[in-house]
């Protein structure tokens, strides 16, 4: 498949219309704007979401809330904002060549010609460098965690040309909030923020086996492996597989961190978060229709209430 013609204004073809970055940031921003995701916020989301898990849970866990909690929690938001688009920025310079010969992605700045390979590099370091004034703020052990998550990040662009599980190693680089944001109230890893790490993993193979579908055809095209392709019309039965893995790693995470400290009616509501994500998850299996692309990106996109969910019952949790 031969790439078009760039839009006229830069607009990305998968973007919301009438996005705040091709409405309302200033011309010159838009295209690295576009480059980090900014017009698609969904992702950073999914990235945020296991970080504020990872620290309810750990304040759970030793019933010790302070005020630095709350820095932590905006310096997680801050952070995931800059990471995923840092990250973002790396996936499509490592992926120019079949973005432009795939119809959902050959608008992105770099295979439509907005960016230079140059530019978007030193866009890419500068998200890096501010995201780490931020990882300098927590404690010595959260800082180290930060550094080694560039490792997933760095591979993750690589996976779908090796493995038919790329969703893997976004999971490894997704999740790794909850073991950073964990170890950042603590000042220790512990074994329930390691659980709830591969719970984070197997939701992110549930959600972006549903967004993968959507590029299916023009993957086989060009080569790229993904679960979308190696699971096909047995995909649903996959994702209840996921599903059951989400829930129940999370809930042995909640019961982990909570039976040291947590009140019994505390751990009860807490296991209610898990147990509601999973009626959210089947409801999402109810509407699945593979070969529905706009189908496809509304369920994609449901999942931030799907990780908000076990989130609002951990502070639920908190306040008992």
């Not at 969910?309 to 502070?315: G, Q, S």
């Amino acid at each position: 498949m031969q790439g078009n013609a760039p839009t006229p204004d830069g607009q990305v073809a998968d973007a919301v219309t009438g996005n705040w970055v091709d409405t309302h940031a200033p011309a010159f921003t838009r295209p690295y704007l576009r480059l980090s995701r900014a017009d698609r916020p969904i992702g950073t989301w999914l990235l945020l979401i296991p970080c504020w898990w990872g620290l309810a849970l750990a304040i759970l866990s030793d019933g010790q809330p302070r005020l630095g909690d709350l820095w932590i929690a905006i310096g997680c938001a801050l952070g995931a904002f800059l990471m995923r688009g840092a990250g973002c920025t790396w996936n499509d310079i490592t992926d120019r060549e079949y973005d432009a010969q795939v119809e959902r992605t050959r608008s992105r700045p770099i295979p439509s010609g907005h960016v230079s390979v140059r530019q978007a590099a030193g866009w890419m370091i500068l998200q890096c460098l501010l995201a780490l004034a931020i990882l300098l703020s927590f404690n010595q052990a959260a800082i180290a965690m930060g550094v080694l998550s560039l490792l997933p990040v760095a591979v993750y662009p690589f996976a779908k040309r090796f493995t038919w599980w790329p969703q893997v190693f976004l999971g490894l680089a997704f999740n790794w909030g909850a073991l950073l944001a964990w170890t950042a109230h603590s000042g220790t890893l512990g074994w329930p923020a390691v659980i709830l790490y591969l719970s984070g993993i197997a939701w992110t193979l549930f959600y972006d086996t549903i967004y993968a579908h959507q590029d299916a055809e023009d993957d086989e095209l060009v080569g790229i492996k993904s679960t979308a392709r190696l699971f096909g019309t047995d995909t649903a039965k996959w994702l209840k597989y996921f599903l059951a893995i989400t829930v129940g790693l999370m809930g042995l995470a909640i019961i982990d961190a909570g039976v040291p400290n947590a009140s019994i009616g505390a751990l009860a509501v807490a296991l209610g978060g898990p147990w509601a994500m999973g009626w959210h998850m089947m409801w999402q299996l109810r509407g699945l229709d593979i070969e529905d692309n706009s189908k496809l990106l509304k369920l994609f996109h449901s999942n931030r209430d799907t990780g908000l969910i076990p989130l609002i019952f951990l502070c639920v949790a908190l306040l008992l």
